[in-house]
């Protein structure tokens, strides 16, 4: 399994930006795919995910209303359309998969792409 991330850079505070994570390696209609994010000195967290067999979609509170996680069945490929970013929204940002059976994002199951970098100036 690969994961590609792209679509980071610099904007400002109020743009937009759109993240895709392109998935090959196998079949995802049984996984889960989710988006984290880790600032300069803090840990991991969680942005959103995305079920990909029943289109469930989850994000946290201080992404929801601006931020819109989606999918390309033809192209494997999830997005993370990220708009009215706020300089707390910059971090490197990771694109993830595992089985929908998993708990956890810390399963050994679990693949994780390269970061692509957010920076948003105020």
């Known amino acids: 399994v690969q994961l590609q991330a792209s679509g980071g850079g610099l904007v400002q505070a109020g743009g937009s930006l759109r993240l895709s994570c392109a998935a090959s390696?196998?079949?995802?209609?049984?996984?889960?795919m989710g988006w984290f994010r880790q600032a300069p000195g803090k840990e991991r967290e969680f942005v959103a995910l995305?079920?990909?067999?029943?289109?469930?979609?989850y994000y946290r509170d201080s992404v929801k209303g601006r931020f819109t996680i989606s999918r390309d069945n033809a192209k494997n490929t999830v997005y993370l359309q990220m708009n009215s970013l706020k300089p707390e929204d910059t971090a490197v940002y990771y694109c993830?998969?595992?089985?929908?059976?998993?708990?956890?994002?810390?399963?050994?199951?679990?693949?994780w792409g390269q970061g692509t970098q957010v920076t948003v100036s105020s």
């Open positions: 995305f079920n990909w067999s029943g289109s469930s979609t």
């Open positions: 390696g196998r079949t995802f209609s049984n996984y889960v």
């Open positions: 993830a998969t595992r089985p929908q059976g998993t708990s956890s994002w810390s399963s050994a199951l679990t693949y």
